[in-house]
């Protein structure tokens, strides 16, 4: 499949690529003026780009079409990721771009090996993995990474403003068949929740359930902190019928 | 939970540990005669052994008891995974086998960019690395990895051989939704078939299908050959109630 650029601007039919982008379109393709580019909007949707302009280090274009992508699913899974250690955050957001997430947000917990440091370039750097990652799985849209959150209190307070239609808590002690609360066309806009190699505290797992979580088990084998996420990103996806 | 060690030689209510179990028991755990220890046997039951003797690099154990471990699927699933670059099959691996995984079979294939290159020392190394994870993820059974296949005509001769339940072919160019192939109870003996990196040439597509593998998509995003495999995995074990 062609490369895939995502424009950066969108406004009344026309667009424009900066940075990367524009340096790979210009000088690795030597696109002309008249070329056209299949460009994927802020919006989701994809459209075809006529290059019109190339300026250093910026492309512009006239855009026309704007149909929905068919690679984004219909279910809009925001992964809570328990903060791990190492570069691990960076495979899963890597993996889980290619299995369909449209948001991440790591989070801090008390039994967290991690601790915070960086976390600006940090998350700029886990934004161009996940551009990076979008282009690659032939994605529609670029899924965001969100500054860490400080503990589990602003994970349930994120929890209580998003309103997800379903928030899925996958507790290392066990929990509910998932089999038996995700199905296709059921819940649109879902969230899951997965801890760091420290897993939860007692009390951590109950403010989860009190902020309206569901606690769902992935079995009786331990996975690793940078498995469950994933794992559990492709079964939601699997029961809703978005990996088919 | 405690440390598990799987028995290399169980007879007549008698077992042994050697080798890097050998040792961790006696000198890191510094495990005395009269001690029990949960064994896992070659059997995949779960045993109690009273340590009898330590001599250096082997403890031996009476044994007693003999329970189906909770942590083994039911279902029995062989990955066959086209053979990936670099370091990948290790990061297979391991993930597969903390997915419930009991075997795996990498195979080389037309469009494979790996070659065939030291496979001895490899696949010795691939099952020290499926040890760790079994015990990291407490499974009741190491899976075994095996040497690579040559190529499809070898796979489809596999195929041919075990008899499988069912064998999924998961193509990059879609096939069957795979929610509508696996429920739970319906297969014990499933094997799984993921491409690598070059995917698969589309006469090696139509002899995996002639030697009776259903052809299934993962849905319209592209994942890596390294995503793939688990994401398969994961999504048959959900749907055979495994990960719950």
Redesign the interface.
């Known amino acids: 499949?062609p490369h895939r650029y995502f424009a950066s601007e969108l406004v009344d039919g026309r667009a424009a690529l900066t940075g990367a982008d524009a340096h790979h379109l210009a000088h690795v393709m030597r696109a002309a003026v008249g070329d056209t580019v299949p460009l994927c909007g802020p919006d989701g949707l994809e459209y075809t780009g006529t290059v019109t302009a190339l300026v250093p280090g910026r492309v512009e274009f006239a855009v026309s079409g704007g149909t929905p992508t068919?690679?984004e699913?219909g279910a809009e899974i925001t992964l809570y990721i328990g903060y791990p250690k190492q570069g691990k955050l960076e495979d899963i957001v890597r993996?889980g771009v290619?299995?369909?997430a449209a948001r991440f947000v790591p989070f801090f917990s008390r039994w967290c090996v991690a601790a915070p440091k960086n976390e600006d370039k940090k998350n700029a750097r886990y934004n161009r993995i996940a551009a990076e990652a979008a282009k690659?799985?032939?994605?529609g849209r670029v899924p965001a990474v969100l500054p860490p959150l400080p503990d589990i209190t602003a994970l349930c307070a994120a929890l209580a403003r998003e309103r997800y239609d379903i928030a899925l808590f996958f507790y290392e002690n066990g929990g509910?068949?998932?089999?038996g609360l995700v199905a296709p066309g059921q819940s649109r806009r879902i969230a899951l929740i997965t801890g760091s190699e420290g897993g939860f505290a007692p009390e951590e797992a109950a403010a989860l359930r009190a902020a309206g979580a569901v606690t769902?088990?992935?079995?009786?084998?331990?996975?690793?902190c940078e498995?469950a996420p994933?794992?559990a990103l492709?079964?939601v996806?699997?029961?809703a019928?978005?990996?088919?």
């Open positions: 499949m068919r690679a699913p993996h290619e299995l369909g690659q799985a032939g994605r509910a068949a998932l089999r769902v088990g992935l079995g009786p084998r331990i996975l690793r498995t994933l794992a492709a079964a996806m699997t029961l019928g978005e990996l088919e």
